[in-house]
């Protein structure tokens, strides 16, 4: 069974600073694609990146970069210039066919 | 992208009663997903619903608790029947405008039973 795991239910960065959030997922298939959702208070789901399985260089979206490790199951997310706007909890994400699972996900605050 | 909207966008209902959240997108779209996120919690997907045809339901969720209606290509409604304390959750629709695999999601509905 397909599973994300986000190992950090809170994580806390300085303004202007760089933070990276953890994510790992366990698939056996090779063909999928891999996601980082944000959630602010207002509770809007928000597209932050996303990443081809079949792509190995790693997503940039401005501020936001991935390092994808397929070999690792890994997909961590570094933002960097941590902006106040930034903090809200951040999802994971994976999705195969018509699959499409979330981890549990990480609560960022950002400090002034 | 896609622009989502969800009516209502919190409720609060009785123990016992039904509620029908509506989703609307400003384009048309083969597939839409409902999901329930449960206070603190992660999503879960409720339903996929395609135009057509009836909606597949995940493990644990079952259509005479979640009816799903999906008339055409831009809408969709859920419906959480006989309500109990349980529901309470936020629901939100999602659709995948393309081929890139992504979703993306409405602002969500907050609901509230007592």
């Known amino acids: 069974a397909q599973t994300v795991t986000q190992s950090q239910p809170e994580m806390s960065v300085q303004e202007a600073e760089t933070v990276t959030l953890s994510c790992t997922y366990d698939?056996?298939?090779?063909?999928?694609?891999l996601f980082w959702y944000k959630q602010p208070p207002s509770r809007q789901m928000i597209l932050v990146i996303r990443?081809?399985?079949?792509?190995?260089q790693n997503a940039t979206e401005n501020r936001f970069s991935v390092n994808f490790q397929k070999a690792a199951k890994s997909f961590s997310l570094k933002i960097s210039d941590s902006q106040l706007g930034d903090a809200a909890m951040y999802f994971c994400?994976?999705?195969?066919?018509?699959?499409?699972?979330f981890g549990t996900g990480t609560s960022l605050t950002v400090i002034p | 992208s896609a622009v989502i909207s969800q009516k209502p966008s919190r409720d609060i209902c009785q123990r016992g009663t039904s509620l029908t959240i509506q989703c609307q997108v400003d384009?048309?779209?083969?597939?839409m997903f409902w999901y329930r996120q449960q206070p603190g919690q992660s999503l879960t997907l409720i339903a996929t619903?395609?135009?057509?045809?009836?909606?597949?339901?995940e493990s644990g969720f079952v259509i005479d608790k979640f009816p799903i209606s999906r008339p055409n290509l831009t809408f969709s409604t859920l419906t959480v029947s006989n309500m109990s304390p349980e529901d309470s959750s936020i629901y939100l629709c999602?659709?995948?405008?393309?081929?890139?695999?992504?979703?993306?999601f409405g602002p969500g509905t907050r609901l509230t039973v007592t």
């Open positions: 999602s659709v995948e405008p393309g081929p890139g695999g992504e979703q993306y």
């Open positions: 698939t056996s298939e090779s063909d999928y694609y």
């Open positions: 990443q081809e399985a079949y792509k190995q």
């Open positions: 994400a994976y999705r195969s066919g018509n699959q499409f699972y």
């Open positions: 384009s048309q779209v083969t597939m």
């Open positions: 619903a395609n135009q057509g045809s009836e909606a597949t339901y």
